[in-house]
């Protein structure tokens, strides 16, 4: 059993900071890229920012330069800094892992496996 776990959200205002946080726990052999993804009210899931296990990262255009993803591999655990978040910012934000499992102690299944969401509002 794996699971995602994510903390962080919240009500910030425009220009606001806040950071969000997901930790995998289970039975876990490796845990490759790890995500955020978010969804707004009527729009589609989209990928907002991914690291590799070994550090290499990708961001949407809309949040370059204002958020920033990082994780820890000892704690399992994925982080997304935001900053000078916009209105347009608003949505329900979800960890995403690709991750292979261990079952019965020997590397089993690989999969792609998702937090339970946390909503982040902009608002005045």
């Known amino acids: 059993q794996v699971q995602l776990v994510e903390s962080g959200g919240g009500l910030v205002q425009p220009g606001g900071s806040l950071r969000l946080s997901c930790a995998a726990s289970?039975?876990?052999?490796?845990?490759?890229?790890m995500g955020w993804y978010r969804q707004a009210p009527g729009k589609q899931r989209e990928l907002v920012a991914a690291?590799?296990?070994?550090?290499?990262?990708n961001y949407t255009d809309s949040v370059k330069g204002r958020f920033t993803i990082s994780r820890d591999n000892a704690k399992n655990t994925v982080y997304l800094q935001m900053n000078s978040l916009k209105l347009e910012d608003t949505a329900v934000y979800y960890c995403?892992?690709?991750?292979?499992?261990?079952?019965?102690?020997?590397?089993?299944?690989?999969?792609?496996?998702w937090g339970q969401g946390t909503q982040v509002t902009v608002s005045s």
């Open positions: 289970g039975t876990i052999f490796s845990i490759y890229t």
């Open positions: 690291v590799t296990s070994g550090g290499n990262t």
């Open positions: 995403n892992a690709d991750i292979k499992r261990l079952w019965r102690g020997v590397p089993a299944s690989r999969g792609d496996y």
